[in-house]
């Protein structure tokens, strides 16, 4: 049965979850990082999961998905178990890039999921390949791409949403406009600060979304996925979110106030979503207590598989930097 | 499947025994177009135009404009959407105009081709190949005539080709495309109109060998690309005054065929490394680094290198020339190393 926020429980719960999941992950991260458990540059995603949650759900399992330096949530979302993507971050062997990436490059080709890609920009024009190759085979599939808004100020951003909308391939471009590349406003970065106005100039669909809004996200990547499959070429969608934590775990956050901050974390995409669905008597505090209990479990079960995991022997150093047992 | 490219890749039509580099990559793109309809070709005028140095003429008629592409002036879009193809199945080969626009993509070519397969722990092999022209002598001047292959040897992750003659620029594409790694190749802008004999079917051409071009027992000249003929041309200099010169051709540039270079040094026991690049942190440099490494013993005489004059390209005639490793500094050399002093 759905309801005035037209879903059903079980949609609902699912949705929630997932934030969720995102969340208290990320949230173990930190302690784990301050525990020197994790190193490295670590991004986290928390207040940005209604995007990552809301997209994917227009996303089949032959779609592809290209993400960024911040894409633990996206990893999540898509699937990869989070004892995987946490045995990465440990630098094991049973880690999703066999310890070879870290936070910023995780990657499940079988889940058709490129990435973790950290070079600002560097992986846009990899969706348009990724699309490219679907077109040329005449595959129904969707390419979504994630990138921030800082990405725009970069040259392939322009490149790419010129030539995916040139060649009329099937590439959802989610832009998590997140107002700071690191730390710079939009406003200090951009002459023009409505981004959907610069994928407009490229002549594909493009529509401001409530990124804090985890149905609204939904609806909006439902209906320009439904129109990549159909045929109709790139659509842009930016996504209006907010970081609550700082960029990296080396940032001071000088850039910006606790009284904005605060204020974004008024609209926190979970506690707002678990006031509505409490509202529609969809969930209540004894249900999300237990999804709560389960994803404990899970991380306790993903830090303990991290934990576990082995390092790769120093003799393998070298592998994987060109294809084993070809030549 | 690489083999069954590989094995595709052998000729559909007679070829004449005698063309130019330039109707041999044709054919060599042809070729690899009728054999697998995996591979298909872009870049800046590939199709309509015929190809900035015409080497695509009548592919696009051939193969239409899905599998011969046009595309923007956008080296880091397409050269990314070729990584991003290839790991969408397809074997791209994309064409960079000259090697001084690649450094518009040089972080897809950095960033991605070359780390991806590692930073995934083995998930993403890039099955790339990019073609660019390379190289001075024809007075373009300081943004279209240098020598950066050295560079991209540099890098973990690729290979890089470099084809000097006429039966490699037929030949080595096959195995590029075959190859599960993002391959480079570099086609030496004076060698357009060079003649020379094509095998009928290219075998003994590999993309992991150095060649020996001319066989000799008093120094080797190492050299690879446009400098090849230069070298060429010396050795018979040098014949005339009874020095007996070697030519190596490197072909493969990563990974250097270390092989070879100990085998001819182990010959000759004198060399001069030739290299169209810039002296300073150069692929010439790595050479004589590994013969010193390697080969110290086998030495009569200090290793010496003839390489570009350290500026950017200048365009008067006269002045180019002067900046590009030629005959007579090469014979010079190679008598220093023979005859000391």
């Known amino acids: 049965m759905t309801t005035g926020l037209g879903i059903d429980a079980v949609h609902g719960e699912h949705l929630l979850r997932e934030m969720l999941r995102i969340r208290r992950f990320e949230e173990r991260c930190v302690e784990l990082y301050s525990e020197t458990k994790i190193r490295g540059f670590m991004h986290l995603y928390i207040g940005e999961e209604a995007v990552a949650v809301g997209a994917m759900q227009a996303l089949t399992a032959d779609d592809a998905v290209v993400a960024t330096y911040r894409e633990h949530g996206h990893a999540l979302a898509r699937g990869l178990p989070a004892a995987e993507i946490m045995a990465e971050m440990f630098g094991k062997a ?41 077109a040329l085979a005449g595959r129904p599939r969707v390419t979504a791409c994630f990138f921030g ?31 700071y590349a690191m730390g710079t406003r939009l406003e200090r970065a951009e002459s023009e600060v409505d981004l959907t106005l610069k994928a407009a100039a490229y002549e594909m669909p493009a529509w401001p979304v409530d990124g804090m809004d985890v149905l609204a ?17 790139p659509h842009f969608l930016e996504l209006r979110t907010y970081r609550f934590r700082a960029h990296s775990m080396y940032d001071p956050e000088l850039y910006r106030t606790k009284a904005e901050v605060e204020e974004w974390k008024e609209r926190d995409p979970i506690g707002g979503f678990v006031a509505r669905l409490g509202a529609e008597r969809l969930v209540d505090d004894a249900r999300v207590a237990a999804i709560e209990a389960e994803i404990a479990a899970e991380l306790d079960a993903a830090i303990a598989f991290a934990e576990a995991g082995t390092e790769e022997p120093v003799e393998d150093l070298e592998r994987f930097v060109y294809s084993e047992g070809v030549r | 499947m690489t083999a069954s490219i590989a094995a595709a890749l052998s000729p559909d039509v007679a070829e004449p025994a005698t063309t130019t580099y330039r109707e041999a990559c044709r054919a060599a793109l042809r070729a690899a177009l009728l054999a697998d309809e995996r591979v298909f070709l872009m870049g800046e005028d590939v199709g309509r135009y015929g190809g900035c140095f015409a080497v695509s003429k ?45 450094l518009l993509a040089l972080d897809q070519i950095m960033n991605n081709a070359a780390t991806l397969l590692h930073m995934s722990g083995g998930q993403c092999a890039v099955p790339l190949v990019i073609r660019m022209t390379t190289g001075a002598g024809r007075q373009l001047a300081a943004q279209h005539s240098h020598s950066l ?164 390209m200048p365009y008067a005639r006269h002045l180019e020339e002067a900046a590009l490793p030629r005959a007579p500094a090469i014979v010079a050399a190679a008598r220093r190393t023979v005859r000391g002093g």
């Open chain 1, 94 to 134: 049973e880690g999703s890039s066999r310890g070879r990436g870290g936070s910023m490059h995780i990657f499940d080709v079988g889940r058709r999921f490129y990435g973790g890609n950290a070079i600002v920009g560097g992986a846009l024009p990899l969706a348009v390949g990724l699309a490219l190759a679907d």
């Open chain 1, 149 to 179: 808004e800082g990405a725009v100020a970069e040259g392939e951003f322009h490149e790419s949403l010129n030539l995916a909308a040139l060649w009329n391939l099937p590439v959802l471009f989610c832009c998590e406009n997140n107002l």
């Open chain 1, 217 to 233: 996200v939904e609806r909006a990547a439902g209906a320009a996925a439904s129109s990549v499959r159909a045929g109709a070429g």
């Open chain 2, 58 to 102: 009548g592919l696009l008629d051939e193969f239409g404009p899905e599998r011969v592409r046009d595309t923007p002036l956008s080296e880091s879009a397409f050269v990314g959407a070729g990584i991003g193809a290839a790991l969408g199945g397809l074997r791209p080969i994309v064409e960079i105009m000259t090697v001084n626009f690649s």
């Open chain 2, 149 to 312: 292959e050295g560079w991209y040897a540099h890098i973990p992750g690729i290979r890089v080709l470099t084809p000097a003659t006429v039966d490699d620029a037929r030949w080595m594409l096959g195995p590029a495309l075959a190859d599960p790694d993002p391959v480079l190749i570099f086609e030496h802008g004076s060698l357009y109109n060079a003649s020379g004999v094509v095998s009928p079917d290219g075998s003994g051409i590999d993309i992991a060998r150095a060649a020996v071009r001319r066989p000799g027992r008093d120094v080797s000249i190492v050299t690879y690309g446009g400098t090849l003929p230069h070298c060429l041309d010396a050795a018979v200099r040098l014949a005339d005054e009874g020095i007996e010169a070697e030519v190596v051709d490197l072909r493969v540039l990563r990974p250097l065929d270390d092989a070879a270079i100990r085998a001819t040094v182990a010959r000759t026991h004198r060399v001069v490394v030739v290299d169209e690049g810039w002296r300073s942190g150069s692929i010439s440099a790595e050479v004589s680094a590994r013969i010193m490494e390697q080969s110290f013993w086998e030495l009569d005489a200090p290793v010496e290198r003839v390489c570009s004059a350290e500026v950017p």
